[in-house]
């Protein structure tokens, strides 16, 4: 019995030592990296800005093994570019740009954040570059709007900018320069030939399987990244940085005045509706809002303004030609409503509100507005239905015989004391003449 019970218990420890050994793999096995994603699609503006700054603070905190930004972007502000350079430079963990997917681009301000990054790559078919100072978003030349020294201390800032990030990410100064000065513009592959990238990757997993095993420097410390097969945790922004990335496009902000502009005529004309004053304050708000992430016009602004309130008198006017002006200022408004002249903003495209946009919207809000002023026009003409003034030619019915002493008549629904210059029977018809207070002034209604 004892030689059983001796078999039985080195069994038992075998079984303990290869239990063991099996939980210390799975102890020894590292768990698999993560890497924070955060996207940029659009313009670069107060919204984006706050965006991936805070993506670079939300990756640090969480521990993640590095920040990936897939880019697009035509460009945008300088000083929210500034920001996120400041960031990305001053990261504490690896900071990677993946300009996709095929047919996006690096344009203009795009180009400072690419060459930010510690690591770069594009996907086939993007291209970087064009980030010459364009004048307020229409595509103008510095020089030509602010003048030779204007434009020559724009572009030598931009010059001096460019060229300290691709010295401290040891890139291409040379092509960087080019990119300002002469808006050099490249495709992938050429920009991977003129180390401007590391790589050209087709999908953003792939950029993270050819990072992986290489070594930057963070903080002066070199580190090595351990990206392949990593888990992407992407970083949303916040409702309020997505609400400004939207509110900031011009076409936008001319729809929310055009808007408040509506329904405050409306509320004018229709007073105790509420909802439309409410809908119209709270859209002339976010137009103000929208209007300070932009290099708005002052003056278009009160083009705007200033045809809504012609509109706004044509309800009251009804002549056609105020109206008329309200939408040729409304337009005007719409045109200008950009500035030709900001140095603070670096697009490789104009941005401004279409005219396929710009005049059917005009036409169709201006429409709104004349078919509502000819609406109370008619309604002025209309007799008055409620109050005293309502009552005069209403015909109603003799309750109780009716003499210039007094009596009772039936109008409207009610019971009215009433007085007639001559005597009338109960269940006599009769008219209103006029109301003085509480009593009728009636006469018989003739068969």
Known sequence: MLGAFGRLAVVALALGVILLGQADGHADSPSPPTVSLCVLDGMVDAGSSAYLVDCVRRAQDSGHQALLLRLDTPGGELESTRDIVRAFLGARIPVLVWVGPSGARAGSAGVFITLSSHLAAMAPGTNIGAAHPVVGLTGQDPEEAGGKE???KIENDAVAFVEAIAKQRGRNV???ISAVRQSESVPAERA??????????????????????RTVTVADTPVTLRTANAQVVELAPSLSQRVLHVLAQPAVVYVLFLIAGLCITVELTHPGLFAPGIVGVVCLVLALLASSALPVRTGALVLLLLGVALLVAELFVTSGLLGATGTVLLVLGGVFLVDRFDADWFVDRPLRIPLQTLIPT?????????????RAAETRHKPQLAGDVGLVGEVGQVLEAV???????????????????????????VVVRRVEGLTLFVDEVKP
């Open 174 to 176: 040379e092509w960087a």
């Open 192 to 213: 991977l030939a003129l180390h401007v990238i590391e790589h050209v990757a087709p999908t953003q997993e792939a950029f993270l399987e050819w990072a992986n095993g």
């Open 403 to 429: 003499s210039s002493s007094g009596g009772e008549v039936f109008v409207h629904g009610e019971r009215w004391s009433a007085v007639s210059s001559s005597p009338l029977a109960p269940g006599a018809r």
């Open 150 to 152: 204007m434009a020559r």
């Open 362 to 374: 005009a036409v169709f809000f201006a429409g709104a507005a004349v078919f509502l002023a000819f």
